[in-house]
C-alpha cells in the first residue's frame, strides 16, 4: 500500500518535471512553484494552480449566530471551530491559522452610500488582486499604504479596489479580511477604502465557481457547507460584500471594474440607480431573469474590455460617456495587462496590472493632482503607455 507521504512526493516530482518541461514553452511569469507553511503546495501554470498537498490552511470564515458570532478555519487539513458570545460590539477575533492579525468583527456592514466622494487630497487604487495576498501585502507596504503587520498607515489618503479578490489564487479569505480591516482602520484615521464588486464576486455569490483555486472546495467540504454559502448573507463578509458599490465617482475619475460601453452610456441610468441594481442582483443568475442582462453581459459595467488594443471605440463616443458622468477619467480593472498604463490620450486609466499571476504588481496614485503608479520597489513612476 502506497503512503499518503509517498503519494505526496510523486505528486511533488510529477508537477515540478511538468512545471520545467512548460516552462519551455510558456513566458516565465506563467510558471511558478508556490512554497507555503507545509511545504511545496502547488504549481501554476498560467492561471490554474495544481494543488500538491492536503494539508492547508484557511480562514477564518465567520457568521453571525444567536448571540455573538461562530468562526471557522480549517488548519492543516483540519477543521477548528470556535464559537464567541459578544455583549457588545465589536469584538476581537484572534487569530488560529491562515490569517494573521487579530479581528475587530462589528455587528453588521451598512449600505456603502455616497456614489460620489469629492475633495479627495490622495488617493490609491489597484484591481484584480485574485487571491495573490502575499504579493498584494508586499506590495501596499512596499508604497506606504499598509505596514508589515498589515496596519493602515495611509493617513487621510483613499484606497480604491475595483474588485475581483474571489477566484484564481489560493489566499481569497486572507485579502477579504485584509480590506475588512483596513477599512475600519482607514475611517478611524480620516481615510476612505471602497471596495467596488467585480465579475468574479458576481459570479461566485451565485454559485458559479468554474475559476475557483482548488483548495476551496475542499475547505468548503471540510466545513460541511458549499462554498458560496461560506459568503451568505449570515456571514461577517457575505453581508460586508452585499452592502459595496460596483461604480463609484471620487472628483472627476470614475472607478467601475470593467468600463462604461457607449451603448450602456445612452442608457440614462444614474450611479445610484446602477449599484442599487447590481446589490439586488446578487446571487441572481442572470440568464434566468432578462432585466439583469444588461448588468452581466459582455457590454456591462462589470464585463466590458472596449477601450484596448483596437476593440473599435472612437473618441466621439468617448467624449459622450465622459459628459454622461460628469467626469475626465475612467478607471478600470479587469483587462489584465503587464503595468498600470493610460489609454485614449489619458482619460481612461487601467490598473489590472496582473497580480493574480503573483509575480508583478502596481497601484495608481494620485497625488498633488498627478497620477503616478507605484511599484514593487515603492517607486513613484508617470504613467507611460503601453506599446
Same mark, same amino acid.
Given at each position: ?21 512548460? $516552462?519551455?514553452?510558456? +513566458? ?11 511545504? @511545496? ?16 490552511? !484557511?480562514?477564518?470564515?465567520? /457568521? ?9 478555519? @480549517? =488548519?492543516?487539513?483540519? *477543521?477548528?471551530? %470556535? %464559537? ?12 488560529? =491559522?491562515?490569517?494573521?492579525? *487579530? ?83 482607514? %475611517? ?35 466545513? $460541511?457547507? !458549499? ?14 460584500? /452585499?452592502?459595496?458599490? &460596483?461604480?463609484? /465617482?471620487?472628483?472627476?475619475?470614475? +472607478? ?29 443568475? *442572470? ?17 466590458? %474590455? ?5 476593440? $473599435? ?21 479587469? &483587462? ?10 489619458? /482619460? ?16 495608481? +496614485? ?22
Amino acid at each position: 500500500m502506497t503512503s499518503k507521504r509517498s503519494r505526496i512526493t510523486r505528486r511533488t516530482l510529477w508537477a515540478l518535471a511538468l512545471a520545467g518541461a512548460a $516552462g519551455a514553452y510558456a +513566458f516565465k511569469d506563467d510558471v511558478a512553484v508556490r512554497h507555503g507553511p507545509h511545504g @511545496i503546495e502547488a504549481v501554476r501554470l498560467a492561471d490554474a494552480e495544481f494543488a500538491l498537498v492536503d494539508t492547508f490552511d !484557511d480562514g477564518p470564515h465567520v /457568521r453571525y449566530v444567536e448571540g455573538g458570532i461562530e468562526a471557522h478555519w @480549517i =488548519c492543516a487539513g483540519k *477543521p477548528v471551530v %470556535r %464559537r464567541i458570545k459578544v455583549a457588545a460590539w465589536p469584538v476581537t477575533l484572534a487569530p488560529e =491559522c491562515a490569517y494573521p492579525h *487579530p479581528l475587530q468583527i462589528h455587528a453588521g456592514a451598512a449600505v456603502d452610500g455616497d456614489d460620489t466622494v469629492l475633495g479627495v487630497r490622495k488617493l490609491a487604487a489597484f484591481s484584480d488582486p485574485h487571491g495573490q495576498y502575499e504579493l498584494l501585502m508586499q506590495l501596499l507596504a512596499a508604497n506606504g499604504v499598509v505596514d508589515a503587520d498589515s496596519n493602515w498607515r495611509f493617513g487621510d489618503g483613499q484606497l480604491v479596489v475595483t474588485g475581483d479578490v474571489f477566484d484564481r489564487g489560493h489566499r481569497v479569505t486572507e485579502i477579504f479580511w485584509l480590506l475588512y480591516s483596513l477599512e475600519q482602520q482607514a %475611517r478611524e484615521a480620516g481615510g476612505r477604502v471602497h471596495f467596488l464588486l467585480g465579475n468574479h464576486e458576481y459570479m461566485v455569490l451565485r454559485g458559479d465557481l468554474r475559476y475557483l483555486n482548488g483548495k476551496y472546495p475542499r475547505a468548503a467540504r471540510l466545513l $460541511g457547507r !458549499d462554498y458560496p454559502d461560506l459568503y451568505g448573507n449570515d456571514s461577517v463578509i457575505g453581508r460586508w460584500l /452585499r452592502g459595496k458599490r &460596483t461604480l463609484l /465617482r471620487i472628483d472627476d475619475a470614475l +472607478f467601475v471594474h470593467g468600463g462604461i460601453a457607449p451603448d450602456f452610456a445612452t442608457a440614462g441610468i444614474d450611479l445610484a440607480e446602477l449599484n442599487a441594481r447590481y446589490r439586488a442582483s446578487i446571487g441572481i443568475d *442572470p440568464n434566468s431573469d432578462a432585466a439583469l442582462a444588461d448588468l452581466h453581459d459582455d457590454a456591462s459595467p462589470i464585463w466590458y %474590455r472596449g477601450y484596448f488594443h483596437g476593440a $473599435g471605440l472612437v473618441e466621439t463616443e468617448l467624449d459622450a460617456i465622459m459628459q454622461r458622468f460628469g467626469v475626465r477619467q475612467i478607471v478600470v480593472g479587469h &483587462t489584465s495587462l503587464p503595468a498600470v498604463a493610460p489609454w485614449h490620450q489619458g /482619460r481612461v486609466i487601467s490598473i489590472d496590472s496582473s497580480i493574480k499571476k503573483g509575480v508583478r504588481g502596481e497601484l495608481l +496614485f494620485r497625488e498633488d493632482g498627478a497620477w503616478r503608479r507605484g511599484t514593487l520597489a515603492g517607486e513613484r513612476l508617470p504613467l507611460t503607455p503601453l506599446e
